[in-house]
Each structure stands twice: as C-alpha cells, then as structure tokens.
C-alpha cells in the first residue's frame, strides 16, 4: 500500500499500463489481464478465469488481496434494471410485485491502484502530510535496478572514459560491487547543500553495477575507485605538494636529511591521490624513506 486516502488504500502493483478505468466482473481487455497477472505475482491467483476476462475467479482474488491487507473490496450495483419478483400465484389480485435489492459486485476503483514497471519499488519522496488534503503530488516511486551516481573534480574527469571499470564500496554495510562508467557529464554542476563547497565545480558520473545492487543502498553513499592508469610496477611517488620548479624549469624535491636540505631534480609522472611519481635524473639521489619538505610551518616560523 502506498497511502491512504479518507480511509481508502492506494495499492501498487507490478505493470506497464497505467490504470485508465475501473475495472468490474464482466469486463474484458488488456488491462483486466494486467490486473490478473499482478494479483497473481502477489499470491492471489485468478487462474480460473480466461485471459483477459474479469470473471469469478478474478473477483475473488481481488476480494482476498483487499482482505489480506485489510480492507474490504469496493463495491458498485450492476448496471442492470433490478429483476421483478412475481407474487405467488395465490395471492390476491391486489397484491403488486415486488422489486429485489440490487446486487453489489466487486469492483476496481481506478483510484485505488497505481501499476510501476518492476517489483520492488521504493518511495523517493512522499509530499503528502497527514491531516491534509490530498492532491497534486502525492509521492515518488522509483523502480527498476539501481545505479550509482558519483562526481569527479575538473582535473579528473579527463582521466575517464566511459566503460572504464570501478569498484563500488559502501562503508555503511560493508557491501562491494564492482560496475562501469556509463557517462561522464561535460557540463559542471555545482556542490549542493551538505557537500564540500570547497571542491568547487563537479562533473557528474553515472555507473551500472554489474550485479543488481540491494535496495537498501537506495540514498546511501559509497566509494568509487575508477583505475584510470597503472605503474604496472612499484615507483617513488612523494606528494603533489613537494614539487617544485626551478629556474631551469626542471622539477625537483627537496630533500631534508641529518638538519640539512638538498635539491634533486626529477622526471614527474602520474598521480593519484594528492602523490605524483618521480624519477630522479642520473646522478641525483632519492630513495624510499627519505624525508621531504611540503610547506612551510608558520607556527614555528620553521619549514616542514
């Protein structure tokens, strides 16, 4: 059930036609055999009847389906001028017929249901308060399988391309997937309220798991790690921060060792994760381990 409305359910059900009519026994169409197949999918099976008629069988399946969940079946009085009862034959000739009461029948208001594509489905938003009055939009829903939507800073959205592969982590439930990158937006967006603002600028990243993702994860945030490019071997790597550019134009580090400072010109490579690859130049020295200055401490008026 998705609301209520005066006392009366609004159910969904699984289906591509959306409801355009009420549906009653007698009735015959695409949408009764709709009506059949989504009570069936949810345990209430109108097998009975033939496809696309609105018979018996489909009329006590409803029937169940509204009992299961706690309502009575809407009713509507046929259509057909109500039958005259003869009197007996004994009566006297004063004696008049007799009309009997009208026969209510089970009926499918068109305002009680709302078909979606796929089950499960999941209430994005509800608009309604209770106590108001209803109208406009009510709520929401969003089906079919997840995707992931990520965001990435100028600088890196030109390592993307699309069908690149990514790991999917949520912190959360401890959950990983892996999926691909589906589109790459080439138009920024800024932050929205509860985002770093400092980043700026954000290219907008859609990615298809490759699995059907739980729809527990629906609003959640994950970890995305896209591989743009590999070493393919182990390399030095210091921080983006500690290079620098001499007057030559060469890049260099500086190197803090035993209270002293010396400068080693390297090659720079790629980066990822605030750290750049570096190669010193033939004759220079540079080693794993070795200490190099990123900034300046102004607390201490000292570099660091």
Known sequence: MLVEISGRPVFVLQGSMPAYRDLAPGMEGSDVTQLQQALTSAGFTASGDPRGVFGDSTRSALTRFYRARGYTVPTTVAPDEPKLEMPDLKATESSAPTRTAPVPIPTLPVSEIVYVPSIP???????????????????????????????????????????????IFSETTGLEAEGTVASVSKTPKKPEQGQDQSRGELYPVKITPRTRLPHDLVGEDVRLTIEAATSKKKVLAVPVSAISAGVDGDASVTVRQDGEERRVRVRTGMTADGYIEVQPYTGEQLQRGDDVVVGVDTTTNGER
Request: aromatic share 0%; proline share 2%.
């Open 121 to 167: 489905a999941v209430v994005e938003d509800v608009k309604a308060r209770v106590g108001s009055e209803a109208g406009g939009e009510l709520a929401t829903i969003a089906t079919g399988d997840l995707v992931v939507d990520g965001t990435v800073s100028p600088h890196e959205k030109g390592l993307l391309t699309v069908g690149q592969s990514v790991k």
